[in-house]
């Protein structure tokens, strides 16, 4: 296959890992947002007292507290006391996203603190002790019970918050144009989808995923004027007929989830329900460098799903199998590579 095309580094996407990357800078940093501090900051510097007395917290505590965010660049010393540097100002409108992935950070690096032999030596005993792996409990996702709506909600906030603000670099990539009717396959809570439509009032979608996952995409897009054009299909689409009628198909961080065989017969399964002529795209997380990057408290939750992140040849070659045309890759770098994949399925009108 080709070599990817390298594309440069997301311009607007938010680089909030920097300002994650010490695990206890990063645990002053969670403090601080749920303690106001950081709201109070990002309204105006102030001194270490007076942010002691908002919080109701020894002054001395905070000055350590703010001698951590100093070091670890979210905060500045100035005569006046201390305030928000430029560079944690301009990711702040992130709060969302910083706010997760501090949350999933922290349990995944628990779990390679605690079971790190296994995730070398037995990743099944790794995956059946550790928090992270507990949490995708798709087994969960069938029955509507408030038990397991609780219990997925967790996981599908977290990943509808990481779609939230990467799915516009692989939306930028995608003719939209060409396209009347998406089937988003896995489209957990349906952001992916309605950020597609929001990007082309022209377009309808189609979220397939499971119950559970879908009664919360509901929630999540109700009052969006969006997602008056995204339905949602209940079914496992493993095993379930797929509705048909799209011409644009697309997996967003999905197949990874899946063991090889599986994947290829969900790509078999999306190569059959896509409309001749219209567009397969894949947009899934590439394996992580081996060198040149630190494993550092940022990059837990990548790492311990690291063995799943597949090479970009194997979905390239299964679409080539199934008959498809024009199968491009391209490669765009956030907090960690991605692959891009684009193939059209031959037929339909020139």
Same mark, same amino acid.
């Given at each position: 296959?080709?070599?990817?095309?390298?594309?440069?580094?997301?311009?607007?996407?938010?680089?909030?890992?920097?300002?994650?990357?010490?695990e206890?800078?990063?645990?002053?940093?969670?403090?601080?947002?749920?303690?106001g501090l950081?709201?109070?900051?990002?309204r105006?510097?102030?001194?270490?007292?007076?942010l002691?007395?908002?919080?109701?917290?020894?002054?001395?505590?905070?000055?350590?507290?703010?001698g951590?965010?100093?070091?670890?660049?979210?905060?500045a010393?100035?005569?006046?006391?201390?305030?928000?540097?430029?560079?944690?100002?301009?990711?702040?409108?992130?709060?969302?996203l910083i706010?997760?992935?501090? /949350?999933?950070? *922290?349990?995944?690096?628990? &779990?390679? @603190?605690?079971?790190?032999?296994a995730?070398?030596? +037995?990743?099944?005993? $790794?995956?059946?002790?550790?928090?992270?792996?507990?949490?995708?409990?798709y087994?969960?996702?069938?029955?509507?019970?408030?038990?397991?709506?609780?219990?997925?909600?967790?996981?599908?906030?977290?990943?509808?918050?990481?779609?939230?603000?990467?799915?516009?670099?692989?939306?930028?990539?995608?003719?939209l144009?060409?396209?009347?009717?998406?089937?988003d396959?896995?489209?957990?809570?349906?952001?992916?989808?309605?950020?597609a439509?929001?990007?082309a009032?022209?377009?309808?979608?189609?979220?397939?995923?499971?119950?559970?996952?879908?009664?919360?995409?509901?929630?999540?897009?109700?009052g969006?004027?969006?997602? /008056?054009?995204? *339905?949602?299909?209940?079914? &496992?689409? @493993?095993?379930?007929?797929?509705?048909?009628?799209? +011409?644009?198909?697309? $997996?967003?961080?999905?197949?990874?989830?899946?063991?090889?065989?599986?994947?290829?017969?969900?790509?078999?399964?999306?190569?059959?329900?896509?409309?001749?002529?219209?567009?397969?795209?894949?947009?899934?997380?590439?394996?992580?460098?081996?060198?040149?990057?630190?494993?550092?408290?940022?990059?837990?939750?990548?790492?311990v799903?690291e063995?799943?992140?597949?090479?970009a040849?194997?979905?390239?070659?299964?679409l080539?199998g199934?008959?498809?045309?024009?199968?491009?890759?391209?490669?765009?770098?956030?907090?960690?590579?991605?692959?891009?994949?684009?193939?059209?399925?031959?037929g339909?009108?020139?």
């Open positions: 296959m080709n070599a990817p095309n390298r594309l440069s580094a997301e311009i607007g996407f938010p680089r909030v890992e920097r300002f994650l990357a010490h206890i800078e990063a645990r002053a940093l969670a403090f601080a947002l749920e303690r950081i709201g109070r900051l990002a105006r510097s102030a001194a270490v007292p007076v002691a007395a908002a919080a109701r917290l020894p002054p001395e505590r905070v000055g350590m507290l703010v951590l965010l100093v070091e670890s660049g979210v905060l010393e100035e005569e006046e006391g201390v305030a928000l540097t430029p560079e944690f100002r301009a990711v702040l409108p992130a709060r969302d706010e997760a992935k501090l /949350a999933f950070a *922290a349990a995944a690096a628990e &779990d390679l @603190r605690t079971l790190f032999p995730f070398v030596a +037995d990743m099944p005993a $790794f995956m059946e002790g550790s928090r992270t792996f507990e949490l995708f409990r087994d969960r996702c069938f029955a509507l019970t408030p038990e397991n709506i609780a219990a997925t909600r967790r996981w599908v906030s977290y990943t509808t918050c990481l779609t939230r603000y990467e799915a516009g670099p692989c939306l930028d990539r995608i003719d144009t060409r396209h009347r009717r998406l089937l396959l896995g489209g957990n809570s349906g952001e992916f989808a309605a950020r439509c929001a990007r009032p022209h377009l309808a979608a189609t979220v397939v995923d499971l119950p559970v996952v879908c009664a919360l995409g509901r929630e999540n897009l109700s969006r004027e969006e997602g /008056a054009r995204v *339905a949602f299909h209940p079914a &496992d689409m @493993r095993r379930d007929p797929l509705p048909g009628g799209h +011409d644009l198909v697309t $997996f967003k961080s999905v197949l990874h989830d899946w063991p090889e065989e599986e994947a290829r017969a969900l790509l078999a399964r999306a190569g059959q329900a896509l409309e001749p002529g219209g567009c397969l795209v894949i947009f899934e997380r590439a394996p992580l460098p081996r060198r040149g990057r630190r494993a550092d408290f940022a990059a837990a939750p990548n790492l799903f063995p799943f992140f597949r090479s040849d194997l979905y390239c070659d299964v080539r199934l008959g498809f045309a024009d199968v491009a890759v391209g490669a765009v770098e956030l907090e960690t590579p991605f692959h891009l994949i684009e193939a059209r399925k031959p339909g009108h020139p």
